[in-house]
């Protein structure tokens, strides 16, 4: 017989943790905006998106632009580009909707779990996922911020 258990988290980040997620949050959303402006531009004149792989080579050049990019943990900007969109990709069961590329694709629902997803909701959603998989795996306290 199989069975389901559920487990509920809550966090109670210290300050300097707090800091450091506001900081890792707004520069993933910073990275995430920058290359959906681009990837809606290449949709539109292309047809496609943009891979991972031609976003993922211009981190390094905006990180020497805007220095502040370089204060957070790189994993995550990185993790907010494979994921540009977080918008396509589904914050419940982590199915990618290719059709959510298209920025004009507001509220979608996921085709793999049924749940209705507004795209901004949604890409919030994986955001705070990806500020706990940081928090867990923080060595903030030990090494403090950047
Ligand atoms: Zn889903």
Same mark, same amino acid.
């Given at each position: 017989?199989?069975?389901?258990?559920?487990?509920? +988290?809550?966090? *109670?980040?210290?300050?300097? @943790?707090? =800091? %450091?997620?506001?900081?890792? =949050?707004?520069?993933?959303?910073? =990275? +995430? &905006?920058? +290359?959906?402006?681009?990837? !809606?531009? /290449? *949709?539109?004149?292309?047809?496609?998106?943009?891979? *991972?792989?031609?976003?993922?080579?211009?981190?390094?050049?905006?990180?020497?632009? +805007? !220095?502040? %990019?370089?204060?957070? !943990?790189?994993?995550?900007?990185?993790?907010?580009?494979?994921?540009?969109? /977080?918008? @396509?990709?589904?914050? /419940?069961?982590?199915?990618?909707?290719?059709?959510?590329?298209?920025?004009?694709?507001?509220?979608?629902?996921?085709? /793999?779990?049924?749940?209705?997803?507004?795209? !901004?909701? &949604?890409?919030?959603? &994986? %955001?705070? @996922?990806?500020?706990?998989?940081?928090?867990?795996?923080?060595?903030?306290?030990?090494?403090? %911020?950047?």
């Amino acid at each position: 017989m199989k069975k389901h258990k559920s487990y509920k +988290f809550r966090i *109670y980040p210290n300050k300097e @943790q707090e =800091i %450091l997620i506001a900081k890792t =949050i707004g520069c993933s959303r910073f =990275i +995430f &905006n920058h +290359f959906l402006v681009k990837w !809606d531009e /290449s *949709y539109k004149t292309t047809g496609k998106g943009l891979s *991972y792989g031609s976003c993922s080579k211009e981190i390094p050049m905006l990180k020497d632009t +805007f !220095d502040w %990019l370089k204060e957070v !943990d790189s994993t995550s900007v990185q993790t907010s580009v494979k994921h540009l969109a /977080s918008s @396509q990709l589904c914050s /419940s069961c982590g199915h990618q909707h290719k059709d959510v590329k298209h920025l004009g694709l507001r509220e979608w629902t996921c085709p /793999s779990c049924g749940i209705h997803h507004d795209r !901004d909701v &949604n890409a919030g959603l &994986n %955001l705070k @996922q990806e500020a706990e998989r940081i928090l867990a795996s923080s060595t903030v306290g030990t090494t403090g %911020l950047a």
